[in-house]
Protein backbone atom coordinates (compact mmCIF):
# COMPACT_ATOMS: atom_id res chain seq x y z
CA UNK A 1 0.00 0.00 0.00
CA UNK A 2 1.07 3.73 -0.61
CA UNK A 3 1.90 4.98 2.83
CA UNK A 4 0.74 9.04 3.48
CA UNK A 5 2.60 10.63 6.04
CA UNK A 6 1.77 14.12 7.20
CA UNK A 7 3.46 16.37 8.97
CA UNK A 8 3.29 17.82 11.53
CA UNK A 9 1.11 16.06 13.45
CA UNK A 10 -0.04 18.49 15.61
CA UNK A 11 0.11 22.46 15.05
CA UNK A 12 -0.49 24.93 17.46
CA UNK A 13 -1.43 28.47 15.84
CA UNK A 14 -3.13 31.75 16.37
CA UNK A 15 -6.30 33.34 14.30
CA UNK A 16 -5.22 35.00 11.29
CA UNK A 17 -1.89 33.33 11.03
CA UNK A 18 -1.14 31.42 7.79
CA UNK A 19 -0.33 27.32 8.13
CA UNK A 20 0.84 24.95 5.60
CA UNK A 21 0.50 21.30 6.40
CA UNK A 22 2.65 18.70 4.25
CA UNK A 23 1.43 15.17 2.86
CA UNK A 24 4.14 13.09 1.62
CA UNK A 25 3.30 9.60 -0.10
CA UNK A 26 5.87 6.63 -0.50
CA UNK A 27 5.54 7.11 -4.64
CA UNK A 28 4.56 9.41 -6.88
CA UNK A 29 0.70 9.31 -6.88
CA UNK A 30 0.73 12.31 -9.40
CA UNK A 31 -1.80 14.65 -8.83
CA UNK A 32 -4.25 12.53 -6.56
CA UNK A 33 -4.92 13.48 -3.50
CA UNK A 34 -7.46 15.19 -1.76
CA UNK A 35 -7.78 17.22 1.33
CA UNK A 36 -10.50 16.58 4.24
CA UNK A 37 -11.44 18.29 7.33
CA UNK A 38 -12.55 16.98 10.76
CA UNK A 39 -13.95 18.20 13.12
CA UNK A 40 -14.76 16.59 16.87
CA UNK A 41 -17.43 14.34 16.65
CA UNK A 42 -18.54 15.39 12.48
CA UNK A 43 -17.89 13.29 9.22
CA UNK A 44 -14.80 14.15 7.31
CA UNK A 45 -15.05 17.36 4.62
CA UNK A 46 -14.01 17.33 1.58
CA UNK A 47 -11.92 20.69 0.85
CA UNK A 48 -9.10 20.03 -2.45
CA UNK A 49 -9.76 17.64 -4.37
CA UNK A 50 -6.89 16.67 -7.42
CA UNK A 51 -4.44 18.42 -5.14
CA UNK A 52 -5.63 22.00 -6.31
CA UNK A 53 -8.83 21.98 -6.84
CA UNK A 54 -10.69 24.19 -4.26
CA UNK A 55 -14.33 21.82 -3.68
CA UNK A 56 -17.04 24.21 -3.86
CA UNK A 57 -18.16 26.46 -0.78
CA UNK A 58 -15.10 26.00 0.69
CA UNK A 59 -13.55 29.51 1.24
CA UNK A 60 -10.63 30.89 -1.02
CA UNK A 61 -8.30 31.20 2.34
CA UNK A 62 -7.73 27.25 1.52
CA UNK A 63 -5.34 26.34 -1.14
CA UNK A 64 -3.83 23.53 -2.12
CA UNK A 65 -0.59 22.52 -4.09
CA UNK A 66 1.86 19.45 -5.10
CA UNK A 67 2.08 16.36 -7.46
CA UNK A 68 4.05 13.86 -7.30
CA UNK A 69 5.13 12.54 -3.95
CA UNK A 70 5.16 15.96 -2.21
CA UNK A 71 1.83 18.31 -1.25
CA UNK A 72 0.48 20.95 0.88
CA UNK A 73 -2.46 22.29 2.42
CA UNK A 74 -1.78 26.18 2.91
CA UNK A 75 -4.69 27.92 5.07
CA UNK A 76 -3.86 31.81 4.46
CA UNK A 77 -5.60 33.67 7.30
CA UNK A 78 -6.94 31.15 9.97
CA UNK A 79 -10.43 31.68 11.11
CA UNK A 80 -11.86 30.45 14.34
CA UNK A 81 -13.71 27.63 12.40
CA UNK A 82 -10.50 26.19 10.79
CA UNK A 83 -9.45 24.68 14.24
CA UNK A 84 -9.69 20.86 13.20
CA UNK A 85 -7.93 18.18 11.87
CA UNK A 86 -6.88 17.40 8.66
CA UNK A 87 -6.56 14.49 6.77
CA UNK A 88 -4.46 13.81 3.23
CA UNK A 89 -6.03 10.76 0.83
CA UNK A 90 -4.09 9.45 -1.70
CA UNK A 91 -6.67 8.08 -4.71
CA UNK A 92 -3.66 7.35 -6.89
CA UNK A 93 -4.13 3.01 -6.09
CA UNK A 94 -7.50 1.22 -5.75
CA UNK A 95 -6.26 0.20 -2.29
CA UNK A 96 -7.01 4.23 -0.82
CA UNK A 97 -4.97 5.36 2.11
CA UNK A 98 -5.04 8.68 4.37
CA UNK A 99 -2.96 10.30 6.00
CA UNK A 100 -2.33 9.79 9.79
CA UNK A 101 -3.65 13.44 10.24
CA UNK A 102 -2.88 16.98 11.29
CA UNK A 103 -4.57 18.58 14.40
CA UNK A 104 -4.97 22.30 14.37
CA UNK A 105 -5.44 24.13 17.71
CA UNK A 106 -5.35 27.40 19.23
CA UNK A 107 -2.67 29.18 20.39
CA UNK B 1 -29.77 17.80 -1.46
CA UNK B 2 -27.36 14.70 -1.35
CA UNK B 3 -27.95 12.95 2.00
CA UNK B 4 -26.47 9.54 3.05
CA UNK B 5 -27.41 8.20 6.25
CA UNK B 6 -26.02 5.43 7.92
CA UNK B 7 -27.41 2.39 10.42
CA UNK B 8 -26.85 -1.14 11.82
CA UNK B 9 -24.26 -0.06 14.62
CA UNK B 10 -23.92 -1.15 17.87
CA UNK B 11 -22.37 -3.54 20.59
CA UNK B 12 -21.20 -6.94 19.41
CA UNK B 13 -19.34 -9.86 21.15
CA UNK B 14 -16.09 -10.66 19.25
CA UNK B 15 -16.53 -12.84 16.20
CA UNK B 16 -20.16 -12.53 16.07
CA UNK B 17 -21.23 -10.67 12.87
CA UNK B 18 -23.32 -7.24 12.11
CA UNK B 19 -25.04 -5.32 9.08
CA UNK B 20 -24.49 -1.85 8.28
CA UNK B 21 -26.80 0.46 5.66
CA UNK B 22 -26.47 3.36 4.08
CA UNK B 23 -29.44 4.93 2.70
CA UNK B 24 -28.28 7.68 0.10
CA UNK B 25 -30.87 10.21 -1.17
CA UNK B 26 -31.05 13.64 -3.60
CA UNK B 27 -28.97 11.98 -6.65
CA UNK B 28 -28.77 9.14 -9.27
CA UNK B 29 -27.57 6.28 -6.76
CA UNK B 30 -26.84 3.68 -9.43
CA UNK B 31 -24.46 6.30 -11.05
CA UNK B 32 -21.83 6.32 -8.38
CA UNK B 33 -19.48 4.15 -6.44
CA UNK B 34 -19.53 4.10 -2.73
CA UNK B 35 -17.35 3.62 -0.02
CA UNK B 36 -17.15 2.52 3.56
CA UNK B 37 -14.16 4.73 5.97
CA UNK B 38 -13.64 4.04 9.33
CA UNK B 39 -12.31 5.39 12.18
CA UNK B 40 -11.07 4.03 15.71
CA UNK B 41 -11.96 5.88 18.42
CA UNK B 42 -9.24 8.68 18.67
CA UNK B 43 -7.61 7.30 15.49
CA UNK B 44 -7.36 8.35 11.71
CA UNK B 45 -9.25 7.45 8.60
CA UNK B 46 -9.29 4.14 7.47
CA UNK B 47 -10.58 3.06 3.90
CA UNK B 48 -12.28 -0.25 4.12
CA UNK B 49 -14.33 -1.04 1.38
CA UNK B 50 -15.84 0.39 -1.98
CA UNK B 51 -18.05 -0.85 -4.95
CA UNK B 52 -18.78 0.37 -8.18
CA UNK B 53 -22.33 1.90 -9.41
CA UNK B 54 -23.63 -1.20 -10.95
CA UNK B 55 -22.46 -3.22 -8.27
CA UNK B 56 -20.04 -5.25 -10.37
CA UNK B 57 -16.79 -4.14 -8.97
CA UNK B 58 -15.76 -4.38 -5.25
CA UNK B 59 -12.44 -3.25 -3.41
CA UNK B 60 -11.13 -3.89 0.38
CA UNK B 61 -8.51 -3.30 2.76
CA UNK B 62 -6.73 -6.34 3.47
CA UNK B 63 -7.32 -5.54 7.11
CA UNK B 64 -11.20 -6.72 6.14
CA UNK B 65 -10.08 -8.88 3.02
CA UNK B 66 -12.32 -12.05 3.32
CA UNK B 67 -14.21 -11.47 6.43
CA UNK B 68 -16.17 -8.06 4.93
CA UNK B 69 -18.35 -7.87 2.20
CA UNK B 70 -19.78 -4.53 0.69
CA UNK B 71 -23.26 -4.89 -1.57
CA UNK B 72 -25.58 -2.22 -2.59
CA UNK B 73 -29.53 -2.47 -4.06
CA UNK B 74 -29.45 0.57 -6.47
CA UNK B 75 -33.79 0.08 -6.16
CA UNK B 76 -33.50 0.63 -2.71
CA UNK B 77 -30.81 3.67 -2.84
CA UNK B 78 -28.85 1.69 -0.33
CA UNK B 79 -24.99 0.37 0.63
CA UNK B 80 -24.31 -2.13 3.03
CA UNK B 81 -21.38 -3.67 4.84
CA UNK B 82 -21.47 -7.51 6.06
CA UNK B 83 -19.46 -7.89 8.50
CA UNK B 84 -18.67 -11.11 9.97
CA UNK B 85 -15.60 -12.51 12.56
CA UNK B 86 -15.50 -9.07 14.06
CA UNK B 87 -12.39 -8.39 16.27
CA UNK B 88 -11.98 -6.19 18.71
CA UNK B 89 -9.62 -3.94 16.23
CA UNK B 90 -12.91 -3.67 14.20
CA UNK B 91 -14.40 -0.80 17.09
CA UNK B 92 -14.63 2.31 15.17
CA UNK B 93 -17.02 4.81 13.76
CA UNK B 94 -18.24 3.23 10.39
CA UNK B 95 -18.87 6.46 7.34
CA UNK B 96 -20.24 5.73 3.93
CA UNK B 97 -19.39 8.31 1.67
CA UNK B 98 -20.36 8.83 -1.87
CA UNK B 99 -17.34 8.81 -4.73
CA UNK B 100 -17.03 11.03 -7.66
CA UNK B 101 -16.60 8.66 -10.18
CA UNK B 102 -19.32 5.39 -11.35
CA UNK B 103 -15.96 3.36 -11.01
CA UNK B 104 -13.05 2.41 -8.77
CA UNK B 105 -10.50 3.07 -10.80
CA UNK B 106 -7.35 4.27 -9.72
CA UNK B 107 -6.91 8.62 -10.60
CA UNK B 108 -8.74 11.96 -10.20
CA UNK B 109 -12.06 10.63 -8.10
CA UNK B 110 -12.66 11.85 -4.52
CA UNK B 111 -14.91 11.43 -1.47
CA UNK B 112 -17.82 13.86 -1.09
CA UNK B 113 -19.97 13.66 1.19
CA UNK B 114 -19.94 11.67 3.78
CA UNK B 115 -22.83 10.34 6.32
CA UNK B 116 -22.48 10.83 9.60
CA UNK B 117 -21.50 7.50 11.39
CA UNK B 118 -22.69 4.70 13.10
CA UNK B 119 -20.68 3.16 15.79
CA UNK B 120 -19.45 -0.38 15.88
CA UNK B 121 -18.30 -1.60 19.16
CA UNK B 122 -16.73 -4.83 19.51
CA UNK B 123 -16.74 -6.57 23.12
CA UNK B 124 -17.69 -9.12 25.69
Known amino acids: DIQMTQSPSSLSASVGDRVTITCRAS??????LNWYQQKPGKAPRLLIY???SLQSGVPSRFSGSGSGTDFTLTISSLQPEDFATYYC?????????FGQGTRLEIK | EVQLVESGGGLVQPGNSLRLSCAAS????????MAWVRQAPGKGLEWVSG????????YYADSVKGRFTISRDNSKNALYLQMNSLRAGDTAVYYC?????????????????WGQGTLVTVSS
Open chain 1, 27 to 32: QTISSY
Open chain 2, 97 to 113: AKDSLNTMIRGRRWFDP
Open chain 2, 26 to 33: GFTFSSYA
Open chain 1, 89 to 97: QQTYSTSIT
Open chain 2, 51 to 58: ISGSGANT
Open chain 1, 50 to 52: AAS
